[in-house]
């Protein structure tokens, strides 16, 4: 059951106020939590995971945390959840939530609600979730899922409808953020490096060739070494010139050694 919390006045002055660049207070909820911000810069949404009344945050056993959007000083709504974390908002105030569930409970869920707090989505994951993205318009979002039993997915989501599309591996590995061009059904995983990939609705990956050579060009050493054994023990097939741009990067980080190393104990 929700604990519903209606729009607040904007009675108190500077009610709301960014403390950093990560941080929100809300004085008139006794509320201080991580936020992120739509596009355009009109809704903020914070997250606060923590049990105000008994003081702790973070992973525990009890106590729900809470969340709320904000347009300017107003609060449009707050409600409660477990351990609410990577807020996202969308230019019509449309809000994704990770609710990662106390220590005692399996997995987690990705909540979705409209501007006025009417829920789109509860979606259980038996795995944890985390990096979520919100398309601008707020149609479509996209969350990262991990477990110890099964492999690493990128899970996207109808919102309105409330509804699973597609769930895939990522094969550029765990992004930072996504990007959306549903107009041409097509998710972007970005990266820290700056490098992003194109994943269609249907998960096929559109940028392998591209990936395969830029993720050697940005490996350090020991990626480098790694990268290498991969293609000597996969089936994937290592061509000249290919072998020569690994060993010239090798040689430039200074791990050479070790890949010759490797080399010398192939066919």
Request: glycine share 8%.
């Amino acid at each position: 059951m929700w604990k519903y919390f209606s729009r607040q006045p904007a009675s108190l002055v500077d009610d709301v106020r960014k403390t950093s660049n990560r941080i929100l207070r809300i004085k008139s909820l006794n509320f201080v939590g991580t936020f992120s911000e739509s596009m355009d810069g009109k809704y903020l949404i914070a997250c606060q995971d923590a049990d105000q009344n008994l003081g702790r945050g973070g992973f525990r056993d009890s106590g729900n945390g809470r969340f709320a959007l904000v347009e300017g000083q107003s609060v449009l709504f707050s409600k409660d959840c477990q351990r609410p974390n990577y807020g996202k908002v969308s230019n019509n105030g449309t809000v994704v939530v990770s609710d990662l569930l106390f220590s005692g409970e399996v997995g987690s869920k990705l909540l979705a609600f409209d501007v006025t707090g009417k829920q789109f989505l509860d979606y259980r994951f038996m795995a944890k979730t985390e990096i979520n993205g919100l398309s601008d318009d707020g149609l479509f979002a996209a969350t990262y899922s991990y477990s110890d039993s099964e492999d690493d997915r990128i899970n996207l989501f109808d919102v309105e409808k409330g509804t699973l599309l597609n769930s895939f591996s990522s094969e550029s590995g765990v992004p930072q953020s996504f990007k959306f061009d549903h107009k041409n059904w097509i998710l972007f995983l970005c990266y820290r490096n700056g490098r992003s990939y194109r994943y269609s609705f249907a998960g096929k990956f559109l940028d392998s060739t591209r990936y395969q050579k830029e993720r050697v060009e940005d490996a350090s050493a020991i990626e480098l070494v790694l990268i290498l054994q991969e293609k000597m023990n996969g089936a994937d097939f290592i061509d000249a010139d290919e072998l020569s741009a690994i060993l010239k990067l090798a040689h430039s980080k200074g791990c050479m050694d070790i890949l010759s190393l490797l080399l010398s104990h192939t066919d």
